[in-house]
């Protein structure tokens, strides 16, 4: 095919109708090349070829019955605590690596030998399927159309207004049900984001030992988690309230504290801030006792736990919200009330 | 006879004495092996710690001062080869140590005459034998996991400062870090962490970290969560899915006539 083939006039016309239309011609305007010449395969002239395809596809077939057999096998002899140590996955447990390792291998050499079979030994023969359009015929369509006229006029709705109104009535009101169940998104959280269980005279409970916190227990550099007193891990809101409970207690030199609210709102240097990422409400406690810079692992955002805990990078918006807190006659860390902001991350009524 | 006596005085005498002053002597052979320990340890601390520490421990720009950091910090900064830094730095990474135990000692002992601190942990502290993981688990992730992630392989911190992974620390390190909280660690004293849930912790760490510990799963993948086991399935899962593809819908081999 020389070059002047490709820009003579094998190209149809440039199409005169409405822009989209397909045009109807009799006859195409340039000749359809068809299928390139049927080539047969190696397998269809040589018939050692071929019965060397049988026997590999034979083959898989067979090495899957064996695996099948194998995995039920491995299931019934191998402990299921035994660890073997398998390069290159390790110390990997015996039976979860014998069931998968068979039960792949039975169902990888069916679907091989199956296109493998497809491939060398089913028919290699090229056949077209010519596409049809997609309209029906017209005495179809005429067909439909009387049909559904003729059962509009059996079913006598035009006549009987009852039932027509009724049944109107029934379809408008089914869908009611689907809606009044959305009423289970509610109620409002009203002011729930707005209060913890901290408050006045609340002990903060050291997590690890459940013990209350005195300050001496507390040096400079320490970091510790603290629950409300009353709140225990069996409880069945435990959850809910620890996610906005959820205390850090640290301690600086109260010289190093930048912000005058925030030493004042602490005792002796230990500050309580709230755990919970202003940004999207991850639990933040990557604390770095040299920098008081607390990290949050979701999306970076750091604060300054010397300077009131501004944020000092990321997206958060607001800084942590502190708690104030004193010591009570027995000695213990309390809290003097509850945080004086909504903790975590922000909401469209937050003000 | 008279000779018999003299020489069983004699010897009574020589007994009697020797059990009368040996101890005394004894007493004073710890004490001066102790002295002669400061002796050795601000040697090796002049030479190898005083250019950024000061030469009493006060500190400069280039350290922190030492007083009250204890023989527990000493024992943990240069066991694990982190002291004497290398360079100066967002953070002092480990490294192979060139001290033996010995000058370890000397040394942790001179630094603990500049005030009380830490002193190193008994061998009887972190022995993990009747240690309770289950409790040691639960409180490695609940103070520590934050930054070292749930099985210990660390993480990134704020400008290039990182927990370091824990995997090949020993138990004695791992106890000294909670302990006196090295860089910007916090730290964890007994009085908010008690001695038995740090050797839990420890024996959860290590127990969780030690090359031969079971991972049922296999191919664990640096442990490191959806990241990498996201990219692995991406690039290998869907590398092998397309591959099958292309041997599927590929011209087969043709007979040549």
């Known amino acids: ?351 | 006879m008279a000779a018999l006596v003299v020489l069983l005085f004699a010897l009574a005498a020589t007994g009697g004495l020797y059990a009368a002053l040996a101890p005394a002597e004894k007493a004073k052979a710890d004490s001066s092996s102790q002295s002669l320990a400061i002796e050795e340890g601000k040697k090796l601390y002049a030479v190898g710690c005083s250019s950024c520490h000061g030469t009493g421990g006060e500190g400069s720009s280039d350290g922190p001062p030492l007083t009250g950091v204890g023989a527990a910090a000493v024992d943990f900064q240069v066991g694990t080869g982190r002291m004497p830094a290398q360079q100066p730095g967002a953070q002092v990474p480990k490294k192979k140590n060139i001290y033996s135990q010995a000058e370890i000692d000397q040394l942790a002992a001179y630094i603990s005459t500049f005030g009380p601190g830490p002193s190193v942990p008994s061998e009887k502290s972190y022995d993990s034998k009747g240690a309770n993981l289950a409790n040691g688990g639960e409180l490695f992730r609940t103070n520590c996991a934050q930054c070292h992630n749930f099985n210990g392989q660390g993480g990134a911190l704020t400008d290039g400062k990182y927990a370091p992974s824990l995997e090949g620390s020993s138990a004695k390190h791992i106890y000294e870090a909670m302990l006196t909280g090295p860089q910007n660690m916090p730290v964890f004293p007994d009085t908010l962490l008690p001695e038995d849930d740090k050797r839990d912790i420890t024996a959860f760490v290590r127990n969780a970290t030690a090359s031969d510990s079971p991972n049922p799963g296999g191919l664990s993948l640096g442990r490191l969560g959806p990241v990498t086991e996201g990219l692995f399935g991406w690039i290998f899962g869907l590398g092998a899915l397309i591959a099958l593809a292309c041997w599927i819908a590929a011209r087969n081999a043709k007979a040549r006539s």
Not at chain 1, 99 to 104: F, Q, R, Y
Not at chain 1, 272 to 289: D, N, R
Request: charged share 20%; aromatic share 6%.
């Open chain 1, 1 to 351: 095919m020389s070059s002047d083939d490709i820009k003579g006039g094998n190209l149809p016309d440039r199409p005169t109708g409405h822009s989209g239309e397909v045009e109807e011609t009799g006859t195409p305007s340039f000749p359809d090349p068809g299928l390139p010449p049927h080539q047969p395969r190696r397998q269809d002239i040589d018939e050692d070829a071929a019965a060397r395809s049988e026997r590999a596809i034979a083959f898989m077939f067979t090495l899957s019955m064996l695996a099948t057999i194998g995995f039920i096998a491995s299931f019934v002899v191998i402990d299921r605590t035994t660890i073997v140590h398998i390069w290159p996955f390790g110390h990997v447990n015996a039976l979860n690596f014998a069931l998968g390792l068979t039960l792949g291998v039975a169902l990888f050499t069916i679907g091989a030998g199956a296109v493998h079979w497809a491939r060398t030994l089913m028919s290699g023969h090229e056949i077209p399927q010519e596409r049809h359009p997609i309209a029906a015929s017209p005495e179809l369509r005429q067909q439909v159309l009387a049909d559904f006229a003729e059962g509009a006029k059996d079913s006598v709705l035009g006549r009987r207004k009852l039932i027509r109104n009724t049944m109107f009535g029934a379809l408008a009101l089914v869908p009611l049900s689907g809606v009044v169940l959305l009423r289970d998104l509610g109620p409002l959280p009203e002011d729930k984001l707005r209060h913890t269980l901290w408050g006045k005279g609340k002990q903060l409970i050291n997590q690890n030992t459940g013990l209350p916190i005195k300050p001496s227990d507390v040096t400079v550099g320490s970091l510790v988690f603290a629950v409300p007193e009353g709140l225990e891990e069996e409880d069945h809101d435990f959850l809910e309230q620890i996610a906005k409970a959820a205390l850090m207690i640290v301690r600086l030199n109260p010289d190093d504290i930048k912000d005058k609210r925030e030493r004042d709102w602490g005792y002796e240097g230990i500050v309580a801030f709230s755990k919970i990422c202003t940004h999207v409400g991850c639990p933040i406690s990557l604390y770095e006792s040299q920098t008081h810079h607390v990290l949050c692992p979701c999306h970076q955002s750091t604060f300054d736990l010397a300077d009131g805990a501004r944020v000092i990078f990321g997206p958060a918006g607001h800084p942590l919200p502190q708690l104030r807190i004193s010591v009570n006659e027995e000695g213990n860390l309390q809290a003097l009330g509850d945080f004086d902001e909504p903790v975590g991350p922000s909401f469209w009524e937050r003000g």
